[in-house]
């Protein structure tokens, strides 16, 4: 039984494995059985130690391993990590997946309506970097990777084209 390493919003940690079968397994060496039903693509009904839950996949990121679900009404964040994965952080490997992006171009023509963001700030993945209006409809542009503000191209009141480039990394 290969084992996984699941790690909530919180950074608790628990280590999982399933039997083959699906219906059986492991969670931090305690063994557990379950009945699983699909419901749908995204909702399934789980039977564990004579409870009932409901489940349903909101949003799923294969490419980085990360989940949000939703049990019995309450929402959950966790990403996941198998043997590989584990491997290649103890070979100092593990951030070569990520790109690197030394731009922002505009997805589409429209105006730049407010630039939410400074020359030398650091920002997150997914942080808000400005609003460009297009099509009378306000679009958040954010940010593809971490990174530093090295320089913006544009200015509130600009009319951009797509493609365009907004700022550099």
Request: glycine fraction near 6%; proline fraction near 2%.
């Given at each position: 039984?290969?084992?996984?390493?699941?790690?909530?919003?919180?950074?608790?940690?628990?280590?999982?494995?399933?039997?083959k079968d699906l219906?059986?397994?492991?969670?931090?060496?305690?063994?557990?059985?379950?009945?699983?039903?699909?419901?749908?693509?995204?909702?399934?009904?789980?039977?564990?130690?004579?409870?009932?839950?409901?489940?349903?996949?909101?949003?799923?990121?294969?490419?980085?391993?990360?989940f949000f679900i939703?049990?019995?009404?309450?929402?959950?964040?966790?990403?996941?990590?198998?043997?590989?994965?584990?491997?290649?952080?103890?070979?100092?490997?593990?951030?070569?997946?990520?790109?690197?992006?030394?731009?922002?171009?505009?997805?589409?023509?429209?105006?730049?309506?407010?630039?939410?963001?400074?020359?030398?700030?650091?920002?997150?993945?997914?942080?808000?970097?400005?609003?460009?209006?297009?099509?009378?409809?306000?679009?958040?542009?954010?940010?593809?990777?971490?990174?530093?503000?090295?320089?913006?191209?544009?200015?509130?009141?600009?009319?951009?084209?797509?493609?365009?480039?907004?700022?550099?990394?």
């Amino acid at each position: 039984m290969d084992l996984i390493k699941v790690i909530a919003e919180n950074k608790q940690e628990y280590k999982i494995g399933f039997d083959k079968d699906l219906k059986s397994g492991t969670i931090d060496n305690q063994s557990f059985n379950w009945d699983v039903s699909k419901i749908n693509e995204r909702t399934f009904h789980v039977i564990k130690n004579n409870k009932s839950y409901n489940i349903e996949l909101l949003k799923a990121n294969p490419e980085e391993k990360n989940f949000f679900i939703k049990v019995n009404g309450r929402k959950f964040k966790f990403a996941v990590k198998d043997k590989y994965d584990e491997l290649l952080k103890s070979l100092g490997m593990d951030n070569m997946a990520s790109t690197k992006v030394a731009n922002l171009k505009a997805p589409m023509p429209g105006l730049v309506i407010n630039i939410a963001v400074e020359v030398g700030q650091t920002v997150q993945k997914g942080d808000a970097l400005l609003i460009l209006e297009a099509m009378k409809m306000e679009n958040v542009i954010k940010s593809p990777t971490d990174g530093v503000i090295k320089s913006i191209t544009v200015k509130k009141g600009d009319a951009v084209e797509k493609n365009q480039v907004l700022l550099n990394f």
